[in-house]
């Protein structure tokens, strides 16, 4: 059995890489513009926390899946590989920016993060 997303994460994955493009442009306008920065500081956190929310699930529906198997399976080259591949989400943080100087603010690229990590093994 491969560890891999379902439709339904593939389709949320690619929705909150597009909601993060969006969210970061936006605010970037607003920077250069330096008008509606709280605005689009609130939009980019709302979308940064779905984007926490969807790593966090993903990483305990994969860890559940890998418990269940049997330790042999586990400690088998492909448990290693499942592993690496829970590590890799597991170790990726989508954190809130810190909104000390919006003005000056430079943004954590949330969008490729999240577009760069696997999405099966």
Do not use: C, H
Not at 105 to 120: K, Q
């Amino acid at each position: 059995m491969a560890f891999k997303f379902t439709k339904t994460e593939l389709s949320t994955l690619d929705n909150l890489i597009n909601n993060l493009r969006i969210a970061e442009e936006a605010f970037t306008a607003a920077q250069e513009k330096n008008e509606n920065l709280i605005e689009r500081a609130a939009e980019l956190i709302v979308v940064v926390n779905e984007a926490e929310e969807f790593r966090s699930d993903i990483v305990e529906r994969l860890q559940n899946e890998f418990d269940d198997k049997s330790e042999t399976w586990q400690e088998s080259d492909k448990g290693d590989e499942v592993t690496d591949f829970i590590s890799e989400w597991d170790s990726v943080s989508f954190d809130e920016p810190e909104l000390t100087d919006l003005a000056n603010l430079e943004l954590d690229d949330y969008a490729d993060n999240l577009e760069g990590l696997p999405t099966e093994v």
